[in-house]
Antibody, heavy 115, light 107 residues
Framework: EVQLVESGGGLVQPGGSLRLSCASS????????MTWIRQAPGQGLEWVSL???????YYGDSVKGRFTVSRDNSENTLFLQMNNLRPEDTAIYYC???????????WGQGTTVTV | DIQMTQSPSTLSASVGDRVTITCRASQSVLGWLAWYQQKPGKAPKLLMY???HLESGVPSRFSGSGYGTEFTLTIYNLQPDDSATYYCQHYNGYPWTFGQGTKVEIK
């Protein structure tokens, strides 16, 4: 069974940092496009970042320069390093697998970040 | 950035009804549009990609259409399990953006 499990969320002070993890089973993070999406409390969805198979990265405007997406192929895990956190970064953060070109077909259950 | 606007924000319909949700883009996204269903406390679920391609396992009661700047998601024969919030999302260039969501309630 394919499964994505996020972890690393928590409470952090403004200006602080967190690193989120997305452990994958049944799915190779190095062989797929992987993404992070977030959802602020009671709000809609916001695309955060994308990691290409070739290592290229893309970010939403609100996190560019503060967040970094990466992966560990040996651990089959996707990461999101979040620096200089702001109260508006408070959200549930989901990792997801991307169908080539841009729809998200497999999602994790999410991890909550409170700033 | 391309802005996605959904209408209505909320709709209420009866079991068996046909409902239509509209998603408009501020500029053309060609056919690169997806639809998701989200139930409270759950991660979103992909319903449709590339405008009208039904994701595996999604009932054929769901149908997508459109091109360019205007898209629709139609649910035929509405069922109680369809009570959820629906989001459109474009993927024609970065940043990818979502609509604000349409909440579907069952009368």
């Amino acid at each position: 069974e394919v499964q994505l499990v996020e972890s690393g969320g928590g409470l952090v002070q403004p200006g602080g940092s967190l690193r989120l993890s997305c452990a994958s089973s049944g799915l190779s993070v190095s062989s797929n496009y992987m993404t992070w999406i977030r959802q602020a409390p009671g709000q809609g969805l916001e695309w955060v970042s994308l990691l290409y198979i070739d290592g290229s990265t893309y970010y939403g405007d609100s996190v560019k320069g503060r967040f970094t997406v990466s992966r560990d192929n040996s651990e089959n895990t996707l990461f999101l390093q979040m620096n200089n956190l702001r109260p508006e970064d408070t959200a549930i953060y989901y990792c997801a697998k991307v169908i080539p070109l841009g729809a998200f077909d497999i999602w994790g259950q999410g991890t909550t970040v409170t700033v | 950035d391309i802005q996605m606007t959904q209408s209505p924000s909320t709709l209420s319909a009866s079991v068996g009804d046909r409902v239509t949700i509209t998603c408009r883009a501020s500029q053309s996204v060609l056919g690169w549009l997806a639809w998701y269903q989200q139930k409270p406390g759950k991660a979103p679920k992909l319903l449709m990609y590339k405008t009208s391609h039904l994701e595996s396992g999604v009932p054929s009661r769901f149908s997508g259409s459109g091109y360019g700047t205007e898209f629709t998601l139609t649910i035929y024969n509405l069922q109680p399990d369809d009570s959820a919030t629906y989001y459109c999302q474009h993927y024609n260039g970065y940043p990818w953006t979502f609509g604000q969501g349409t909440k579907v309630e069952i009368k």
